[in-house]
């Protein structure tokens, strides 16, 4: 095998027959490890926000929310919030807000080039305070 490199336009290369298939520091980088964890505000029907650290997969998302899920933007704190796009109106609603009654459980969470991010402590302080005033309270007649 001849051990000596050509040069190209684009700079070195290597002959083929020399070439090794090294894909996985690829697939290392471009793919998030799923057993990455991302600090995000739970809500809950009927009990008050948490902070969880949960899976960074959409998977984790689903299970969170019980099925399928869509993302809407907080318009005071441009956080994320994911719930379950079927939720189904039965019971009593979550919270109240500018879409509407949301049932179910939902999850606060950030995003950043179309991946899920983690939480500041910041960020975690709005999204419990929005939810505070969110909440849905059954009206007293």
Known sequence: MNNSKEK??????TPATEKTNNISS?????????REKIKCVIQRPGVIS????????????????????????????????TMNIHSKRKGKPNLKT??????????ITTINKDQY??????????ARAWLLKHTYEEEKR
């Open 117 to 126: 991010v983690g939480l500041t402590p910041q960020q975690i302080q709005s």
């Open 50 to 81: 948490e902070i969880v650290e949960i899976n960074n997969t959409i998977e984790a998302m689903h299970d969170i929310v019980g099925g399928a899920t869509t993302v809407v933007t907080i318009p005071e704190n441009r956080l994320k919030l």
């Open 8 to 13: 190209s336009a684009v700079g070195d290369s």
């Open 98 to 107: 500018l879409w509407g009654r949301i049932y179910g459980t939902v999850l």
């Open 26 to 34: 690829v697939i290392d980088y471009s793919i998030p490890d799923e």
